[in-house]
C-alpha cells in the first residue's frame, strides 16, 4: 500500500522508503540514542546521503566511545589504497570494530537489536530501502549478520594479506583485460608463472570472483578500471 507520503508500507513493521535522504529524514534521529550498531556494506556509499552525512558524521562524533560499532565491508575495496585508509580512518576516527568479508555482504544496518534497514534495489536513480521492526524478522537478519561477522576477518589482518596484492592489482587487471597470456604477464610484472597465478588467484578471491572475467566486472563496479 503506498500512502500519501509516498511511503510504501507492507504492514505495520516495514516501511519502504526511496532513497537516502528520505531514509535518514525518518530514522536519522536515532543515531543520537542507539548504542548498539552494526553495519554490513558492499562499499561507502551504500548509506551516505549527501545532504545528511555531515550532520550524522558530527552526531556520531560527539558520542563516540558511547556506541558499540561493528562493520563490515567486502573485500574488494581494500585493492583501493585510498579506500583502505578511509577505512582505517572510520575505524579510528569513531572506534568502529571492522571486519572483511570475501563474500557479498547483504546490506544492513542493525540499531540496538531492535530495528533493522535493508538496502533493496536502485530504481530511476534511487535505491530502495526497507526499514524493520517485526522483532522475528530482525532476529533472522541479526543471525545472518553475525554469522558474516565470525567469518570475516579483522581489518588489519586483511589488510596486512592483500598489499601486496594492492599493489599489483592496476598492472595484474589490465593484462587480464588485455588477455595476455600468463607466461607474458608474468615476464612483463618481473614475476614465475607460479608467482603471478598465485597472485591472481588472490585477486579473485579478494574481489569474491570466481573466475578472470569476473573479477574484471568486479573490479569495474569498484572502479579499480
Same mark, same amino acid.
Given at each position: 500500500?503506498r ?6 508500507? =507492507? +504492514? $505495520?513493521? /516495514?516501511?519502504?522508503? @526511496? *532513497? ?23 562499499d ?12 550524522l558524521?558530527a ?14 565491508y ?10 583502505a ?20 555482504v ?11 534497514i535493508? =538496502? +533493496? $534495489?536502485? /530504481?530511476?536513480?534511487? @535505491? *530502495? ?35 601486496e ?17 600468463d ?18 588467484a ?20 569498484l572502479g579499480?578500471?
Amino acid at each position: 500500500m503506498r500512502t500519501s507520503d509516498g511511503l510504501t508500507r =507492507a +504492514g $505495520d513493521a /516495514v516501511t519502504v522508503v @526511496r *532513497g537516502e535522504e528520505e531514509l535518514f529524514r525518518r530514522i536519522g534521529h536515532l543515531f543520537s540514542t542507539v548504542t548498539d550498531l552494526a553495519c554490513a556494506a558492499n562499499d561507502l556509499a551504500t548509506w551516505v546521503a549527501e545532504r545528511r552525512s555531515d550532520e550524522l558524521t558530527a552526531a556520531a562524533e560527539r558520542r563516540a566511545g558511547e556506541i558499540w560499532v561493528r562493520k563490515i565491508y567486502r573485500a574488494g575495496l581494500l585493492l583501493d589504497p585510498g579506500t583502505a585508509q578511509e577505512l582505517a580512518r572510520i575505524r579510528d576516527r569513531f572506534g568502529a570494530q571492522i571486519r572483511i568479508s570475501t563474500e557479498d555482504v547483504n546490506e544492513t544496518i542493525v540499531m540496538d537489536g531492535r530495528l533493522v534497514i535493508l =538496502a +533493496g $534495489d536502485r /530504481v530511476a536513480g534511487q @535505491r *530502495g530501502y526497507s526499514v524493520i521492526t517485526q522483532p522475528e524478522t530482525v532476529q533472522g537478519v541479526i543471525s545472518l549478520f553475525e554469522a558474516t561477522w565470525r567469518a570475516a576477518t579483522d581489518l588489519d589482518v586483511f589488510d596486512a594479506q592483500v598489499s601486496e596484492i594492492r599493489r599489483l592489482a592496476p598492472a595484474v587487471l589490465d593484462l587480464l583485460g588485455s588477455g595476455v597470456k600468463d607466461e607474458a604477464a608474468a615476464r612483463s610484472l618481473g614475476l614465475g608463472v607460479r608467482t603471478y597465478r598465485r597472485r591472481v588467484a588472490e585477486l579473485m578471491a579478494a574481489l569474491g570472483a570466481e573466475s578472470r572475467f569476473q573479477a574484471g566486472v568486479r573490479a569495474r563496479e569498484l572502479g579499480l578500471v
